[in-house]
């Protein structure tokens, strides 16, 4: 697209196995749209009326995946993209999890506290499972009442996404 969308977006990457899940949005043209894909991968599939893409087992990467939208007065736009399927840039989490912490599917971090200081993984997807995640507060001089911060220590964000059905 026009502008381009930053090549660490979400739409780029998936992870082997868990359903990838997007919806376009669409700037212009006269509603209603009626969406379609061509050249995608098995198993990807489109809403032609709300344009939700799904992928519910990605195993191999994707590229020029055609996106087509038609508005009510046959007015068309096109754009093309790629999918990595990888489980390189990936953090999970899981509140229940005990154990050795890496952040890796089988091995999760278990609270947000733990992806706070991860240096070199602003651009990570991370993954939460279903559970209740407290925000950390960090108050560095009490009189200014500055409550909760996700930026503690630098912290860096990251892309926080809800495990897929969870």
């Not at 790629?82 to 091995?107: C, E, H, L, R």
Request: proline share 7%; net charge neutral; glycine share 8%.
């Amino acid at each position: 697209g026009s502008p381009a969308i930053n090549s660490n977006h979400r739409i780029f990457r998936a992870y082997p196995g868990i359903k990838y899940n997007i919806r376009p949005a669409v700037i212009g043209g006269m509603y209603p749209y009626r969406f379609s894909l061509s050249n995608a991968p098995t198993g990807m599939t489109i809403d032609a009326n709300t344009g939700i893409i799904q992928w519910l087992n990605p195993q191999i990467s994707a590229s020029s995946i055609r996106l087509t939208v038609t508005d009510a007065e046959s007015n068309t736009a096109t754009t093309t993209w790629s999918i990595n399927v990888t489980t390189n840039g990936f953090i999970f989490v899981d509140a229940s999890y005990t154990g050795t912490k890496t952040g890796s599917i089988t091995q999760p971090y278990n609270s947000i506290e733990d992806i706070l200081n991860l240096n070199g993984h602003e651009s990570d997807i991370v993954y939460f499972r279903s559970g209740t995640y407290s925000i950390p507060v960090y108050q560095p001089i009490y009189y200014l009442n500055i409550g909760c911060t996700l930026s503690y220590n630098n912290g860096k964000p990251h892309i926080w996404l809800s495990y897929p059905d969870e």
